[in-house]
């Protein structure tokens, strides 16, 4: 059974970069899209990014070209970078990944990430 | 529009069937997946490409989408299902969420 975990700082200070990994355990070969997808105190899911068959990548277009994701096939692991932060990217970030990139059959636990100086 | 709009809350008294209606003009041509949000826990996938139920997910949920709207039933509501549900798609390639629909079962 393919598990997600992620880990990183808990807090970030403004106009910093949030880098975020996510460790893969398990079988994942059935598993072609690796995601990112937050989720601010007490609101809904936005969905940040994913790459796709370890090569094409797709961003959200409201992060204006903050973000990063990349994969580490050797080490079983994926990333999220997000640069120039602020108060309003406090969120729970979770690690997700799917067969296809157009919806999520795993997630990781989630990571509370706070942005503060 | 990008939007996918959901009715904030729903209530269901257990045992009878809870409906669930997503809305966005995306559906009209791609597919809705579900997510079950537990207080406290990640979203879990409950239903994907309109009506396909990943292995593990009870048969009472069920799946469906006429025109630009997608619908989750669950039928024989139990009380474990008291939970947060999202629906989910994608415009182009930008993949968006409804706002989210608290379910109680009272």
């Known amino acids: 059974q393919v598990q997600l975990l992620e880990s990183g700082p808990g807090l970030v200070k403004p106009s910093e970069t949030l880098s975020l990994t996510c460790v893969v355990s398990?079988?994942?070969?059935?598993?072609?899209?690796w995601s990112w997808i937050r989720q601010s105190p007490g609101r809904g899911l936005e969905w940040l990014g994913y790459i796709y068959y370890s090569r094409s990548t797709n961003y959200n277009p409201s992060l204006k070209n903050r973000v990063s994701i990349s994969v580490d096939t050797s080490k079983n692991h994926f990333s999220l970078e997000l640069r120039s932060v602020t108060a309003a990217d406090t969120a729970v970030y979770y690690c997700?990944?799917?067969?296809?990139?157009?919806?999520?059959?795993?997630w990781g636990r989630g990571t509370l990430v706070t942005v503060s100086s | 529009s990008s939007d996918l709009t959901q009715p904030p809350s729903v209530s269901v008294s257990p045992g009878q069937t809870a409906t669930i209606t997503c809305s966005g003009e995306?559906?009209?041509?791609?597919?809705a997946s579900w997510y079950q949000q537990r207080p406290g826990q990640s979203p879990v996938l409950v239903i994907y490409?309109?009506?396909k139920r990943p292995s593990g997910i009870p048969e009472r949920f069920f799946g469906s989408k006429s025109g630009n709207t997608a619908t989750l039933t669950i039928s024989g509501t139990q009380a474990m299902d008291e939970a947060d549900y999202y629906c989910?798609?994608?415009?182009?390639?930008?993949?968006?969420f409804g706002g989210g629909t608290k379910l109680t079962v009272l």
């Open positions: 490409q309109d009506n």
């Open positions: 398990g079988d994942s070969m059935n598993i072609n899209s």
């Open positions: 995306t559906l009209g041509k791609k597919y």
């Open positions: 997700a990944g799917g067969v296809e990139w157009w919806y999520f059959d795993l």
């Open positions: 989910q798609a994608w415009v182009i390639s930008t993949v968006i």
